[in-house]
């Protein structure tokens, strides 16, 4: 990774040092065996960075507080972990990993941003590194699903559906920008969820539905927030 991406002009980069996000800390710290054996893993990372010439790395932890996937687990103190691991940054993969699916078989988007949006305050004062927020285009896993199986509510991915609008999207944006340029504990950036998770209902990637709608509605907001 440190010679085939890092190095890289147009790799991102945040102070020089180049962007790695681990997606799931509970099987990154199994696959070292500890906590401590994994801190000592992500320095050397860090020390190997540093020897190829880079002024090292920037290291993210994604976590959640609410399990969907059945193969991944609770953190029961996901603050204290990060800190534990040294982590520079902390993000969110999508809003539905922070509660708000309360309502089968349609959620409403509104709602699971409000809830997100308390949890995104929440880690102000939790978490001590600062944190990368994320925008949702929506949720919709039904494509997992056995399509031989009656739709009811069940385990992952038998969920709730968040269908959101391209419009609804652009104002999630606006708003999430509005919140970055106040003080607080969050870096100046955030991410969204997702290029092409189409088996999730949460993509940017044009389709029959909506076009190029949501790609327009992200240019469109980031138009609109421009300062």
Known sequence: MIQ?????????????????????LNKLVEGFGSVEKTRKGLDLFREKAKKAGLPGLHLNAVFWNQVLLPETKEIADPGKLIADLGFDSCASYCWAH????????????????EVYFDHWKKTETAFKPPYIPNVSIGWDCSARSD????WVQGSY?????????????????QETIRRLKQPGN??????????????????????K???WGYLKALKAALAAEKQ
């Open 4 to 24: 085939e991406y890092f190095s890289k002009s147009y790799y991102w980069k945040i102070d020089g040092k180049p962007y790695f996000s681990f997606y799931d």
């Open 98 to 113: 922070h509660g708000g699916m309360d309502v089968f078989p349609l959620s409403s988007y509104e709602t699971q941003k």
């Open 157 to 173: 991915p038998f969920t709730p559906v968040i269908q959101g609008t391209p419009a609804l999207f652009q104002e999630s944006v």
């Open 186 to 207: 969050h870096l100046p950036t955030f991410n969204i969820n997702s290029w092409n998770e189409w088996t999730e209902g949460s993509y940017l990637e044009p389709d």
């Open 147 to 150: 399509q031989t199986k009656p």
């Open 209 to 211: 539905l909506h076009k």
